[in-house]
Each structure stands twice: as C-alpha cells, then as structure tokens.
C-alpha cells in the first residue's frame, strides 16, 4: 500500500523536525501542512524531507487535514495517517497502523489512549470518554477515542465523503461520516507522549463547536 502521514502543524519547530526525521527513517511519505506558523516549522519539515502546504493565514485543523486528504487523493496514494505535530505521537506506533491498515484498507483504523489512559490529565480523559460514549451511540459502532488525532483513514473512503468542518471537529466528522458511508472503524491501542506542551484547544469554544456539529448531525440524520 502506497501511505501518505500527514501532519497539520502550527508553531511546532521545536518537534516537527525529529518527527518527520523518525518517520522519514521508516521508508514513509511526509506531508506537513504548516497551518500559519509564525516560526521555522515549514523549512524545518522540509529540510528533513517532508513535503510542505502552507496556509497564510492561520486557517484552523480540519482545514488543514482536509486539504492534506485532497492533496494525497490527488497524489494517488492509498491512505493517509494523520498525526499531531505536537510530538505527542510516537512514531513506532506506525508499525500497528500499516498493519491494521491492510486488514481495513477501505475503512478507518483509528488510535485509542483509553486502555491505558492513566497519563492523561483527569480533565481531558473525562471529557474524552464522553464525547466517544456520544459518537458510539450516534455512529452505531464501538468507538474507544473519538478525539484522537492519530488514524489512518483510506483515500478510497476520503472521495465517498465530503468533509466541511474548519477546526478539532474534524475528529467527529471523519468518524460519523465513515460511519455513515458503511465503513467500519477498529481501534488500536497507542502510546501518548504528554509533556509541558499547552493544548491548543479552547475548552469553551472547541466544545460548543462540537456540539453544534453533532446537532447539525443529528438533525440532518433525522430528515
């Protein structure tokens, strides 16, 4: 299978270099979308072999991924593995994600931190069990980590579906999509690297805005 990783990326020279160096070292594609970064993120993921999109201005993560995913269709690739570029993700997961990838090659293979979430800040591990107690019952399908960044979607699967969301409700809408679209989602477990890093989530604004997607959901869903 021909795979793309794609990592939208704002502000993170401190990280993107060794990441797409550690997976530049597997054998694998990198396509880094630097979604306004004021630093050197850009020529540093291009000096270590990454392909570079850039958005000027600022435009959001959905935005990003969703032009990441056009790029890859066009590219003619067979996937893409989506990954933060924050350095929470460890590259040796990849591994798990190529594999399953080939068991599931039109569907969606999706990260979960839950089976071994005791790193994870109380707040966002509660939070988290919610929302994906929310997108299981809505989607019909068991889904451990609704939130996380870390999946491989099928490009097959990406030109079935028409992706709107601009920001983190990305997450949502490429899983209730799928969903929609009759693919099946499998969870496999990752490790989460968490450091000093500030999430880039705003509690109240992503929140409502997550809301308001699974509404828009529901309500098209029940016309």
């Known amino acids: 299978m021909k795979i793309c990783i794609l990592i939208p990326a704002h502000n993170e020279e401190k990280e993107i270099g060794r990441l797409v160096r550690e997976v530049r070292a597997k054998g694998l594609d990198v396509l880094v979308v630097d979604d306004g970064s004021k630093d050197g993120t850009a020529a540093i993921a291009r000096a270590q072999g990454a392909e570079v999109l850039k958005n000027d201005p600022r435009r959001g993560k959905g935005f990003s ?73 809505i989607s019909g399908q068991r889904i ?48 989460t690297i968490y450091r000093d890093e500030k999430s880039k989530i705003n509690p109240v604004k992503d929140t409502c805005r997550f809301f308001a997607y699974l509404w828009r959901e529901l309500r098209n869903k029940n016309n």
């Open 65 to 137: 991924l969703k032009r990441g995913f056009d790029h890859a269709v066009g590219k003619g690739y067979d996937g893409v593995i989506t990954m933060d570029g924050d350095g929470q993700h460890d590259t040796d997961d990849l591994a798990r994600f190529l594999a399953a990838a080939q068991t599931t090659p039109r569907g969606v293979v999706n990260g979960t931190r839950m089976r071994d979430a005791g790193a994870m800040p109380l707040v966002r591990r509660l939070t988290n069990r919610f929302m994906s107690w929310m997108i299981s019952a």
């Open 144 to 191: 451990e980590d609704s939130q996380c960044g870390y999946r491989y979607v099928s490009c097959d699967l990406l030109r079935q579906i028409t992706l709107t969301s601009n920001d983190f409700e990305i997450e949502t809408e490429v899983l209730l999509k799928s969903c929609k679209a009759g693919c099946s989602v499998i969870s496999i477990p990752i490790k």
